[in-house]
């Protein structure tokens, strides 16, 4: 089935850092791919919509110039965190829009960020 | 606008009896309807959707959803509840006639299986 690798699971940072998320789909192309944060024990909160080749879509509320979201080609898409702060800190999970499945999504399986 | 309820924060149930895990849902138009899980620390796993058809939906690990259009309902079953599927679980909603697809999420609802 598809797979979606998301890269690195966790991770820990100082203050002031830049920290690069990748999110691969490994067996299919996805022209859509979108950015969650959840905090503990909550629900996914939207943050952008990638599109290949075009800019990021940022729901409201989210810094675009906080979080850098390229989607370069058709099986990837990075988020950055640029000087990442500790209300930063958060699991952020990709998903891919399966285009040979159209009403599928496939998940990555997260990343934890630790601002210190 | 698609927004979805889950109205109960946490399940327990004791393992071998039935689970049953309740969503409602808001959309426009008709709803494209997913169940995912979650594992501490892990991305979503997707259980069973929605689109069209039959209104009893089968998906992984014996789990079903029963899709209710006067009610607006989308809830999730098990015969038989395992340990193992103490878990969050969430459940989406998009509206069919949106071309953004983006998924709306409930809060979550904890299952909680006692041996």
């Known amino acids: 089935g598809a797979v979606v690798s998301q890269h690195p699971s966790w991770v820990i940072c100082k203050s002031g850092t830049s920290v690069k998320i990748e999110c691969r789909s490994l067996?299919?192309?996805?022209?859509?791919m979108f950015w969650y944060r959840q905090f503990p024990k909550q629900s996914l909160m939207l943050m952008a919509t990638s599109n290949e080749g075009s800019k990021a879509t940022y729901e409201q509320g989210v810094e675009k110039d906080k979080f850098l979201i390229n989607h370069a080609s058709l099986t990837l898409s990075t988020l950055t965190v640029t000087s990442a702060h500790p209300e930063d800190s958060s699991f952020y999970i990709c998903s891919a829009r399966d285009q040979g499945a159209p009403y599928g999504y496939t998940f990555g399986s997260g990343t934890r960020l630790t601002v210190v | 606008a698609q927004s979805v309820a889950q109205p109960e924060d946490q399940v327990n149930v004791a393992e071998g009896n039935p689970l049953t895990v309740k969503c409602t849902y808001s959309v426009s138009g008709n709803p494209y309807l997913f169940w995912y899980v979650q594992y501490p620390n892990r991305g979503l796993q997707f259980l069973l959707k929605y689109i069209t058809g039959d209104n009893l939906v089968k998906g992984s690990y014996g789990f079903e959803a029963e899709f209710n259009k006067s009610q607006t309902s989308f809830h999730l079953k098990k015969p038989s509840a395992l340990v193992s599927d103490s878990a969050l679980y969430f459940c989406a909603v998009r509206d069919m006639g949106a071309n953004d697809y983006k998924l709306s999420f409930g809060a979550g609802t904890t299952v909680t299986v006692r041996a």
């Open positions: 067996d299919f192309q996805a022209t859509t």
